[in-house]
């Protein structure tokens, strides 16, 4: 599958993610949600994280270049976690054997009010 990554004119060009992805071509895969299983602060979580992406894709035929959106939850997100996230994440997929592409992108902050226990 191909899959085109693209920052329109007139979007913002955000370094660890693309605006727009147009994937062509026959194979749909879809990768459950992924966890750092290990702990450890939050840099170490994401790039576990996205190493068992990466792991999930390889095991499929897929690489990074293949993805076309990633969704990430984060408990207790704050703003300035977003900086420990990017390089987490950018590291991660330049470690990972899946490659590493920046495909579109969304975190969605969860607050420990709506988690349910």
Same mark, same amino acid.
């Given at each position: 599958?191909?899959?085109?990554?693209?920052?329109?004119?007139?979007?913002?060009?955000?370094?660890? $993610?693309?605006? /727009?992805?147009? &994937?062509?071509?026959?194979?749909?895969?879809?990768? *459950?949600?992924? #966890?750092?299983?290990?702990?450890?602060?939050?840099?170490?979580?994401?790039?576990?994280? $996205?190493?068992? /992406?990466?792991? &999930?894709?390889?095991?499929?035929?897929?690489?990074? *270049?293949?993805? #076309?959106?990633?969704?990430?939850?984060?408990?207790?997100?704050?703003?300035?976690?977003?900086?420990?996230?990017?390089?987490?994440?950018?590291?991660?997929?330049?470690?990972?054997?899946?490659?590493?592409?920046?495909?579109?992108?969304?975190?969605?902050?969860?607050?420990?009010?709506?988690?349910?226990?």
């Amino acid at each position: 599958m191909a899959v085109h990554l693209i920052d329109p004119p007139g979007l913002p060009e955000i370094p660890i $993610y693309k605006q /727009v992805s147009v &994937a062509t071509g026959s194979k749909l895969v879809h990768v *459950a949600g992924q #966890v750092a299983w290990g702990g450890g602060d939050l840099a170490t979580q994401v790039e576990e994280s $996205y190493l068992n /992406v990466g792991t &999930a894709l390889a095991g499929v035929g897929a690489t990074f *270049a293949d993805v #076309v959106k990633l969704t990430m939850h984060v408990r207790d997100h704050l703003l300035a976690m977003s900086e420990k996230i990017s390089r987490a994440s950018e590291s991660a997929r330049a470690r990972s054997a899946s490659g590493g592409n920046a495909p579109t992108s969304c975190l969605f902050p969860i607050r420990p009010t709506l988690v349910h226990h």
